[in-house]
């Protein structure tokens, strides 16, 4: 069954720069890579968006390789406020609408 | 709407009752996405509106689950005959297309528990 991968979790310190990556091997083509951010008790919060190389804006970076198997979420300068699970989502099915998120990072950050 | 509002926030109902869930979009966002997290769990793809019809049913769980769009804004979801294993947080997003270049904007949810 296709699906997206990310790790399950991550702790990081204040300052610090957090890498998160998404595996989706099975992509859809032309499709877009979202990243989302969640609270606890709130709907996911989009972050970036990317269909490949690097974006960059005022809060992340997104990197995607040429094959757009995998995706990276950068946040530089990690705060206690960034603590938070962190999905991707991708379309797995071309001419679907079947956006498919990923298995979400809960990201952990300490003073 | 300024943003996407889903009613009631909260719900609990007993096992074997029908409850629906109701979803506004913001305006002019002619796509539409239900979506179902459960308890310390990842989101799980529902269904998808474009406009008022649904081009992809391909998540509902079971025939209890349905759904509507009226006049391509506000969205039903409608469980029938509940079950224990519904409990989630149903999540509402829409966008301003189904175009896979459109970020979502999801609404707060509805904590679903049934008892």
């Known amino acids: 069954l296709a699906k997206t991968t990310q790790p399950i979790s991550m702790d990081s310190y204040e300052g610090q720069e957090v890498n998160i990556t998404c595996s989706h091997n099975?992509?859809?083509?032309?499709?877009?890579i979202t990243w989302y951010q969640q609270f606890p008790s709130q709907g996911p919060r989009f972050i970036i968006q990317g269909y490949k190389t690097k974006v960059t804006n005022e809060v992340a970076s997104l990197f995607i390789p040429a094959d757009r198997k995998s995706s990276t979420l950068s946040l530089p300068r990690v705060s206690l406020s960034d603590t938070a699970v962190y999905y991707c989502l991708v379309g797995l099915e071309s001419g679907t609408y079947k956006y498919i998120f990923g298995t979400g990072t809960r990201l952990k950050v300490l003073a | 709407g300024a943003g996407v509002s889903q009613s009631p926030s909260n719900k609990v109902t007993e096992k074997g009752k029908d409850v629906e869930l109701r979803c506004d979009p913001i305006s002019g966002h002619t796509a539409l996405y239900w979506y179902r997290q459960s308890l310390g769990q990842g989101l799980e793809f529902l269904i998808y509106?474009?406009?008022?019809?649904?081009?992809?049913k391909s998540g509902l769980p079971s025939d209890r689950f349905s759904a509507e769009r009226t006049g391509g804004s506000v969205s039903t979801l409608t469980i029938q005959r509940t079950q224990q294993e519904d409990s989630a947080v149903y999540l509402c997003?829409?966008?301003?297309?189904?175009?896979?270049?459109?970020?979502?904007?999801f609404g707060s949810g509805t904590r679903l528990t049934v008892v």
């Open positions: 099975n992509i859809a083509t032309n499709d877009y």
């Open positions: 997003a829409s966008s301003l297309g189904g175009q896979r270049s459109y970020g979502y904007t």
């Open positions: 509106f474009q406009g008022n019809s649904a081009p992809d």
